[in-house]
């Protein structure tokens, strides 16, 4: 059964504090039904305010997921085939959205009034940090004021690969097709079908890319750099 229903109906008393206007869309709520049930999804409300309000959930497709809202006026997304662990702490204005068909091993993701948008086919490996905002203040102390609270968007554009315990810092933004290393740390813009590695992560090698398998390319893999080289094509005309 697919649809929208309130979330409130979705978890029947094992959360409370979301107002009537918090709502659940679902390409199948049974099977969310039996995910809730087991503990594969856990969806709970956390904080000091007595209601959230203007939450919005799509489970287009369903991954394990822990999802804790800490404030309202949150949306988080999940396209069609995702697959995966995520675990998803997001506080008030806060978006989250996850392409078609990526996959992740254990992703934690710390949202507070920023965007986190990733692209999909998408593989992200396990230990992954996701840090889409600073969450506390970074204060002037010449001037009293805070200084980072300009919002910020994190992008994983299609089809990138993130390395074991890799993390990626508010604003930044990764090109289609590329890979981070182990451990690295994404601060900045990282371009497409790179590779690249370190504290913070810099490019060591362009114009590669990557395959699900490591003895043969797989389907969408294949769609992607097809893709690419035609793109490749149109910016550098012969002359």
Same mark, same amino acid.
């Given at each position: 059964m697919s649809g929208?229903? &309130?979330?409130?109906?979705?978890?029947?008393? *094992? %959360?409370? $504090?979301?107002?009537?206007?918090?709502?659940?869309?679902?390409?199948?709520?049974?099977?969310?039904?039996?995910?809730? &049930?087991?503990?594969?999804?856990?969806?709970? *409300? %956390?904080? $000091?305010?007595?209601?959230i309000h203007g939450v919005q959930l799509v489970f287009d497709g369903l991954p394990d997921v822990h999802l804790t809202l800490c404030g309202s006026r949150t949306e988080v997304a999940f396209g069609n085939q995702v697959k995966g662990r995520f675990s998803v702490t997001a506080y008030a204005d806060s978006r989250l959205?996850?392409?078609?068909?990526?996959?992740?091993?254990?992703?934690?993701?710390?949202l507070?009034?920023?965007d986190v948008l990733i692209g999909q086919d998408c593989m992200l490996?396990?230990?992954i940090l996701l840090q889409g905002s600073d969450q506390h203040g970074i204060v002037?102390?010449?001037?009293?004021?805070?200084?980072?609270?300009?919002?910020?968007?994190?992008?994983?554009?299609?089809?990138?690969?993130?390395g074991r315990s890799a993390s990626v810092m508010p604003g930044a933004h990764i090109g289609h097709g590329s890979i981070i290393g182990a451990c690295s740390v994404v601060t900045s813009r990282i371009p497409a079908c790179s590779l690249a590695v370190g504290i913070p992560a810099r490019v060591i090698k362009d114009e590669v890319s990557w395959s699900r398998h490591n003895d043969r390319i797989d389907s969408r893999s294949a769609r992607f750099f097809e893709q690419w080289a035609q793109d490749r094509e149109v910016r550098s005309p012969e002359s």
């Amino acid at each position: 059964m697919s649809g929208v229903m &309130a979330l409130n109906d979705l978890l029947k008393g *094992r %959360a409370e $504090g979301f107002s009537d206007d918090c709502s659940v869309q679902a390409c199948d709520f049974n099977e969310l039904q039996e995910r809730l &049930a087991c503990d594969r999804v856990r969806i709970r *409300r %956390a904080g $000091g305010l007595e209601q959230i309000h203007g939450v919005q959930l799509v489970f287009d497709g369903l991954p394990d997921v822990h999802l804790t809202l800490c404030g309202s006026r949150t949306e988080v997304a999940f396209g069609n085939q995702v697959k995966g662990r995520f675990s998803v702490t997001a506080y008030a204005d806060s978006r989250l959205s996850v392409g078609a068909f990526t996959t992740a091993n254990g992703v934690r993701l710390f949202l507070s009034q920023c965007d986190v948008l990733i692209g999909q086919d998408c593989m992200l490996s396990d230990d992954i940090l996701l840090q889409g905002s600073d969450q506390h203040g970074i204060v002037d102390l010449s001037r009293g004021c805070i200084i980072n609270q300009t919002r910020k968007t994190m992008v994983l554009e299609s089809h990138v690969w993130l390395g074991r315990s890799a993390s990626v810092m508010p604003g930044a933004h990764i090109g289609h097709g590329s890979i981070i290393g182990a451990c690295s740390v994404v601060t900045s813009r990282i371009p497409a079908c790179s590779l690249a590695v370190g504290i913070p992560a810099r490019v060591i090698k362009d114009e590669v890319s990557w395959s699900r398998h490591n003895d043969r390319i797989d389907s969408r893999s294949a769609r992607f750099f097809e893709q690419w080289a035609q793109d490749r094509e149109v910016r550098s005309p012969e002359s």
